[in-house]
């Protein structure tokens, strides 16, 4: 088995300007995507905070011996303080904040975490599942069964966030295992995406394009299509079943 991965991103059809930001790992052990908000500059500030920050951590403790769980939390809270740091420092970005994914693999176990509304999702065989939950109004809203899932799709409130990067409250990060066997593909990807794109729409995309990076641009080129009112970014891991695949 061999690890395949690619990504992209795109300010989309209606933005001046990228929010989004995203690193893979050139040997593949972490995978990062974050979405900014707090206007033009703050978004944009607050997402690089994120992923620098995040990236700067594990790479300086990746050779520790520490727990994954640990790894993930801490550099997630470092993320967390950089962004409040830079806040703090310009009194203009202090309503900024981001979401993040980290996806990361120990010793080829895939672990995650999130914060906000960027998902990760597993696609195995025709099945495609979010494996994340949204930190949002409008999730929490289905779950206690005050919005139906028909309405949410165009509820105002659909993006309101309950956690994200940059706040002093944020709650502590749950990081946890993730199951994968031969031949499944994680994507992660920014709300700039799901907007426009129906799951049974990225699974089929997934699912016929076996090249990470092709799939990876084509998914936003659909988005792209559909309206690309949002920023989007896409990662592909893949565990592929053929080395030379």
């Known amino acids: 088995m061999k690890r395949l991965f690619a990504g992209a991103t795109d300010t989309g059809c209606v933005r001046s300007a990228n929010q989004d930001s995203y690193y893979i790992d050139p040997d593949g052990r972490f995978f990062v995507v974050a979405d900014g908000m707090g206007g033009h500059a703050g978004g944009e500030v607050a997402s690089k905070i994120a992923v620098d920050s995040i990236r700067a951590c594990l790479e300086s403790l990746w050779d520790a011996e520490t727990d994954p769980q640990k790894l993930m939390q801490d550099a997630i809270d470092k993320a967390n303080q950089a962004i409040i740091n830079d806040q703090m420092a310009n009194p203009v970005r202090s309503d900024m904040g981001t ?109 016929s394009i076996r090249n990470c990076q092709q799939a990876a641009e084509a998914l936003i080129d659909s988005a792209k299509t559909r309206g690309g009112r949002d920023n989007i970014t896409v990662v592909i891991v893949s565990n592929e079943l053929n080395p030379n695949s």
């Open 99 to 207: 979401t993040v994914v980290l996806l990361l693999f120990r010793d080829d176990q895939p672990w995650f975490c999130h914060i906000g509304d960027s998902r990760l999702y597993r696609l195995r065989g025709a099945k495609l599942e979010q494996i994340s939950d949204d930190h949002t109004w409008i999730a929490r809203a289905i779950q206690t069964g005050v919005v139906n899932a028909d309405d949410a799709k165009s509820h105002p409130w659909r993006h309101m966030l309950l956690q994200c990067l940059g706040r002093e409250d944020l709650k502590s990060i749950t990081a946890r295992e993730i199951e994968w066997q031969p031949g499944d593909r994680f994507l992660i990807c920014s709300d700039g995406l799901t907007e426009e794109l129906s799951d049974d729409r990225i699974t089929h995309q997934l699912k």
